[in-house]
């Protein structure tokens, strides 16, 4: 069903009205700024007043704050308001409007909608003038940066601040929304670093092999050795490999080719589960399976569209890594300038963000994408650190503009969020959307998270209306092209062989693709005829969905940290942080098909025809064995089993149509040329 751009109150509109509810704002920050119900004097900015302070996880430490300097970000709000910048991505954004399709360039967005110098030179000013030492102004006047004591931030801002613990550490926030002189606040869209907690992304891939203890001690030196170098002011620090991960044997190279009637020993019988003999666990896809059983619409496989890859650090082994894991499988290695970098320089926070498992995130990201579209061209953009690194590599992405679809595999609770870090990330992804480019998240590994969190809810940003939220299935691929011979969506129970070897043990919930509605955003107009009525009324995670099981998942290969040293291996993993790239893969075979980019691709995704996606369906095979190593590396210390079911995803549940574990589904054989048909007009 297709919505005119008219038609519908636009859904960044929604979020920021919602936003602006959700942190008790007394004024709403709509045109630049502006706030029709402030004080004279002053307006209250939005987003400053942190989300955790009325929920009473926080425990108030003392009223004066401690006296460390604090170095805040002050956003500037978009040229000609934020409403019409929100006006025009929904104009682009939406088939049949008049502007469907019609993408800026940089400089064009530039001179229609970056903030100008003279608000960056006012709001600079009127920082200096309240005792704050003016750091920098952003390259294209996203933000000012400004340091000063709690004292100087007190009297700049009109907050009172004080000393909290929360999530665990000791922090510095507002107990009331900062305020600036209304003139000034005109050109300001919010204002972070004044609640000093610290946000922290985590990446979305699961493997569940276990490397030993030597190997995870080396790998932990390292990072603190890595981080050492870093603080010491050593530019882009080598990032230790992470410990060893290996496959557990018996394992299956295609769905059902070993049915696990025996243990490895081949003699010794393994029970059945609910009246099944389960295939067992799939020893990993290679790169020309998943390519063969996920198919492309076209020859050219992406060819001439760029994908681009935002995790934080970088590997130094991933082209040699990749170029022997090609050679292994034979599949084509990178072309010349086929693979790209962007580093932020120094990186930080090594040992608080495992640098090292960033780069196993790096290594699925950059194989997965090349195994299905391995004539696209891919960009990876090294964040320096897995918290306002990662945001500003997505600044980088937006103002290069070189990246077409872009694939992120990482994210945190929405609770853990706030409505300052919505702002700068919106800012970013509206500017992308005006570009044409394409943002996909994974929407996270553990279901509904109550399990770990005990509240229901979804992850950031992947719950954001400006990106395409990705979730997961449990696929069986065969021996063949397009061969799907079981599917359901990813959620699995683990059961473990009882003593006696002769039946399972329910060990409860263990992981599944992230879903379920948003209590930031409410529901977009795109979402309005596909969502439930029945169901609640935000945002709804996932759009779409790809492989993301470990069970099912992809075998990579790694430079690792094993206990007779650093070399290369091979292991498999999953997680919606498999599902992102694989998805991102049929949206570049889109934009390729269609000669033009996709932009923020939601209106269309759900406007094209439902038989475009693969509608996945509660399966009635329960799941798969899994056999893990005891030591975590080889046979000599014996082995464990378990079933890991399928479709078994904490509250969420599969349905015809849209669903919070898949979306709308997984992208079908003829995705690519129906979605392309719609971006070429």
């Known amino acids: 069903m297709q919505h005119s751009a008219s038609s519908k109150v636009s859904p960044a509109r929604l979020s ?63 040229r000609g308001g934020l409403t019409a910048l929100q006006d025009a991505v929904a104009a682009v954004s939406t088939p049949g409007s008049p502007s469907y399709g019609h993408y800026l360039t940089g400089a064009q967005y530039t001179a229609s909608y970056a903030p100008t110098e003279a608000a960056a030179t006012a709001v600079s000013n ?46 510095v926030a507002p107990t009331t929304a900062a305020s600036l002189p209304t003139d000034v606040a005109a050109d300001v869209l919010t204002i972070s670093g004044l609640d000093t907690s610290v946000q922290r ?15 995870t001690a080396t790998d932990t030196a390292a990072n603190r050795t890595a981080a050492a170098a870093s603080a010491a002011g050593v530019a882009q620090p080598v990032i230790a490999p992470p410990a060893a991960s290996v496959v557990g044997r018996p394992c299956t190279q295609f769905y059902g080719g070993l049915l696990a009637k025996y243990q490895a020993d081949y003699k010794t019988p393994l029970p059945t589960y609910g009246g099944q003999t389960l295939s067992y666990a799939l020893c990993g896809y290679t ?44 599949w084509p290695r990178f072309g010349q300038d086929q693979y790209s970098t962007w580093s932020a320089g ?42 306002q690194g990662l945001l500003d590599a997505l600044a980088a992405v937006v103002d290069e503009n070189r990246a077409d679809v872009v694939t992120n595999s990482w994210g945190d609770l929405e609770t853990n969020t706030g409505a300052d870090a919505v702002f700068a990330y919106e800012q970013v992804f509206l500017q992308g959307a005006l570009q044409g480019q394409t943002f996909l998240f994974s929407s996270g590994d553990s279901g509904d998270e109550v399990a770990s969190t005990g509240t229901k809810q979804v992850d950031y940003p992947t719950s954001d209306p400006y990106v395409t939220s990705i979730g997961g299935t449990s696929t069986g691929l065969g021996n063949g092209t397009r061969n799907v011979l079981a599917e359901s969506g990813w959620g699995t129970r683990v059961n473990t062989l009882n003593a006696k070897g002769t039946g399972w043990t329910d060990g409860g919930y263990l992981y599944g693709a992230g879903g379920g509605y948003s209590t930031l955003f409410p529901r977009p107009a795109w979402q309005a005829s596909t969502v439930p009525t029945s169901a609640p009324t935000g945002r709804g995670v996932p759009d779409i969905a790809s492989i993301a099981d470990p069970q099912t998942g992809m075998l990579v290969g790694q430079t690792q940290t094993f206990p007779d040293g650093i070399h290369y291996g091979e292991y498999r993993i999953g997680g919606t942080s498999l599902a992102s790239p694989l998805a991102a893969g049929a949206l570049a075979e889109a934009v390729q098909v269609g000669g033009k980019r996709a932009g923020l691709a939601n209106p269309a995704l759900y406007s094209i025809a439902r038989g475009a996606y693969t509608d996945v369906k509660a399966s009635p095979v329960k799941g798969v064995v899994r056999t893990n190593y005891t030591n975590g590396l080889d046979p000599s210390g014996g082995f464990t089993y378990t079933v890991r079911t399928w479709g078994q995803d ?8 849209w669903d919070p574990v898949t979306g709308l589904g997984r992208p079908g054989a003829t995705f690519a040329r129906t979605l392309g048909k719609t971006l070429g007009g």
């Open 126 to 171: 009127y920082l200096a003038s309240a005792g704050l030492h003016v750091d920098s102004v952003e390259a294209n006047r996203r933000y000012v940066a400004a340091t000063g004591t709690p004292a100087q931030l007190q009297r700049a801002f009109g907050v009172t601040l004080a000393s909290f613990t929360h999530d665990g550490a000791q922090v």
């Open 16 to 78: 920021i009205r919602l936003l602006t509810a959700a942190v008790g704002a007394t004024a709403l920050v709509a045109t630049g700024g502006v706030a029709h119900a402030a004080p004279p004097r002053t307006t209250t900015i939005a987003g400053t007043l942190p989300r955790w302070l009325p929920s009473g996880t926080a425990r108030l430490l003392r009223s004066a704050p401690v006296t460390a300097p604090q170095t805040v970000r002050v956003y500037l709000a978009p």
């Open 346 to 387: 120094k990186f930080t926070d090594q040992e608080e963000c495992d640098a090292s498992g960033w780069t196993g995130e790096q290594t699925l990201d950059v194989q997965a994408v090349h195994a299905v579209r391995p004539n696209s061209r891919i960009r990876y953009y090294a964040a320096a650190n897995c918290g």
């Open 287 to 330: 790169a020309p399976q998943l390519f063969n059983g996920l198919g492309g619409d076209s020859g050219n496989y992406g060819k001439g569209v760029t994908v681009g890859i935002v995790d934080a650090y970088n590997s130094s082994t991933i082209v040699q890594d990749s170029d022997t894991y090609a050679k292994n499988y034979g």
């Open 201 to 215: 992304m985590t990446s979305q891939h699961v493997t569940g092999e276990t490397g030993s203890t030597t190997a």
């Open 650 to 657: 904490s509250s969420l549940a599969l349905a015809k149509g």
